[in-house]
């Protein structure tokens, strides 16, 4: 790790901050406190998060090494704290802004998008004219505003500042997107065509009509003793860094997620169950995560504990979530109807989600290149969304994707990772690893170096396979076959 004299200076403050928007987030996430305000966090400390910040990393030469966590978490503070006043002008314009509804009564622009997203049947042209007039012009403004930040601090625009910082590799990831939805094109209208016309569904609708139905439950009781008897084979635990708080409570944020609230000794693991295989999964990708913190070397400094590449952090979740598409685990934890099931379900529905991420990433990354107006945006979205999907957006959907700050880039990459890292220890330990202490060896081993490099190098520097999105499709598409 760096000793440059500025990065030893950033590294205390910045180590206090992020454990204090830890804790925060965690007693928020746990429904034990009603907020979180991590600008107000932020806002105390000026001296940390300010656009000189940069220009000193910049100007020593180390913005694109050892600089680079502190620059991206600098710009993106400074990134929420001008955007942020514009969602809440956002907010306010939904509410004051009606339109007719189906029945005649006049509904704001908030109720409307919410009923419209979950009746792709009902006209929305009316809809997507009022909102493209009235408020998508100030999504667009949020946007430029985080392009003024991105270009003052020296990078030539947004797909820049994402391949030099976040280390996306855009080029690259569009045209395994573009390879990815040709390859899988046949196997994806295999499920679209028997249930809906082109068109006529949204891609949550798609995966909860081809969803599968097992002959064995698949629920947290079930699952949670396989998790508990995974980690163990493998010679790992929980305590006393891990906690698993599971109860659906009131206040506690839904779905699934990993709060490391101290990297590595206290991390929380949170699921608010709402029954079925669709708790289980997300279990076991948080747990990935909780793992991967946990192990991580505690002399490491916060750069090298917290600050790391999104798309390895995510892809660490893919590795342990991937235990559903594991013929050999599978085999061994369910009856052999489950089993297959379990796989097929699992496999189809990560083709379709990883899909619509395709399709976000092309719209986003030519939404950068192409700036445009509300209306030519929305056009572009759509097409790509009938020429893939067959698939219709929500009524605001590309603008989320344009303001996500290329999200579908990191979900892409972490599926690789956790693909390669598969086949990886496939390769070196042999296909039953899960069951293997010798991969449980292996995984704490590189687990200490935590986020010290990015998904790419540690591929490299580990000899895995090389990461690729055809290597996804690849192991989709084994688990669909195997369950045929």
């Known amino acids: 790790m760096s000793t440059h004299p500025l990065i030893e200076s950033l590294r205390p403050p910045v180590a206090t901050i992020l454990d204090t928007l830890a804790t925060a987030e965690a007693r928020y996430c746990l429904g034990e406190t009603t907020t979180f305000e991590p600008a107000k966090i932020h806002a105390a400390w000026p001296e940390v998060f300010r656009p000189e910040t940069v220009s000193a990393l910049r100007a020593a030469g180390?913005?694109?090494?050892?600089?680079?966590?502190?620059?991206?978490?600098?710009?993106?503070?400074?990134?929420?704290?001008?955007?942020?006043?514009l969602h809440a002008l956002i907010a306010e314009r939904e509410k004051a802004v009606t339109v007719t509804d189906a029945s005649g009564a006049r509904v704001d622009l908030a109720r409307a998008r919410r009923s419209a997203a979950r009746d792709v049947t009902a006209p929305q042209q009316h809809l997507h004219e009022r909102y493209d007039r009235e408020v998508a012009p100030l999504w667009l403004e949020s946007q430029q505003r985080r392009l003024a930040l991105v270009t003052a601090a020296g990078y030539r625009d947004l797909i820049d500042y994402a391949d030099r910082v976040q280390r996306h590799d855009l080029d690259r990831l569009e045209r395994e997107a573009r390879e990815f939805l040709d390859v899988t094109r046949a196997q994806y209208e295999s499920i679209r065509r028997p249930r809906f016309a082109a068109g006529s569904c949204t891609v949550a609708q798609l995966i909860g009509a081809a969803r599968t139905t097992f002959a064995d439950p698949v629920d947290l009781a079930t699952c949670l003793p396989l998790l508990h008897a995974l980690v163990g084979e493998l010679g790992l635990e929980f305590d006393p860094r891990i906690r698993l708080d599971l109860e659906?409570?009131?206040?506690?944020?839904?779905?699934?997620?990993?709060l490391p609230v101290r990297v590595p000794d206290d991390i929380v693991v949170a699921v608010s169950a709402?029954?079925?295989?669709?708790?289980?999964?997300?279990?076991?990708?948080?747990?990935?995560?909780?793992?991967?913190?946990?192990?991580?070397?505690?002399?490491?400094p916060v750069d090298g504990r917290r600050m790391g590449d999104e798309g390895l952090v995510e892809g660490w979740g893919v590795v342990t979530e991937n235990m559903f598409l594991h013929h050999g685990w599978l085999n061994r934890s369910f009856s052999r109807r489950t089993a297959t099931a379990l796989g097929h379900d699992t496999a189809q529905r990560l083709l379709i989600v990883t899909r619509a991420q395709c399709v976000r990433l092309l719209f986003a990354v030519d939404a950068a290149r192409r700036p445009a107006a509300p209306t030519e945006l929305r056009s572009r979205y759509d097409q790509l969304m009938a020429d893939h999907l067959g698939a219709r957006p929500g009524p605001i959907e590309y603008l989320e994707v344009l303001c996500g700050d290329f999200v579908s880039a990191t979900r892409l990459r972490s599926w690789e990772f956790g693909t390669s890292i598969g086949g990886l220890l496939a390769h070196e330990i042999g296909p039953d690893?899960?069951?293997?202490?010798?991969?449980?060896?292996?995984?704490?081993?590189?687990?200490?170096?935590?986020?010290?490099?990015?998904?790419?190098?540690?591929?490299?520097?580990?000899?895995?396979p090389p990461v690729s999105l055809a290597a996804v499709a690849e192991n989709l598409a084994g688990s669909m076959v195997h369950a045929c």
Do not use: M, N
């Open 62 to 85: 180390i913005a694109e090494g050892a600089g680079r966590p502190f620059v991206a978490l600098v710009l993106q503070a400074l990134i929420e704290a001008e955007t942020t006043p």
């Open 248 to 258: 659906a409570r009131p206040g506690k944020v839904p779905g699934a997620y990993c």
């Open 274 to 300: 709402s029954g079925g295989v669709g708790d289980c999964r997300p279990l076991f990708h948080e747990v990935g995560h909780a793992l991967h913190f946990a192990y991580t070397g505690p002399d490491l």
């Open 433 to 464: 690893w899960p069951g293997d202490p010798r991969a449980g060896r292996w995984l704490r081993e590189h687990w200490r170096v935590g986020v010290t490099h990015t998904a790419t190098e540690a591929i490299d520097r580990w000899a895995a």
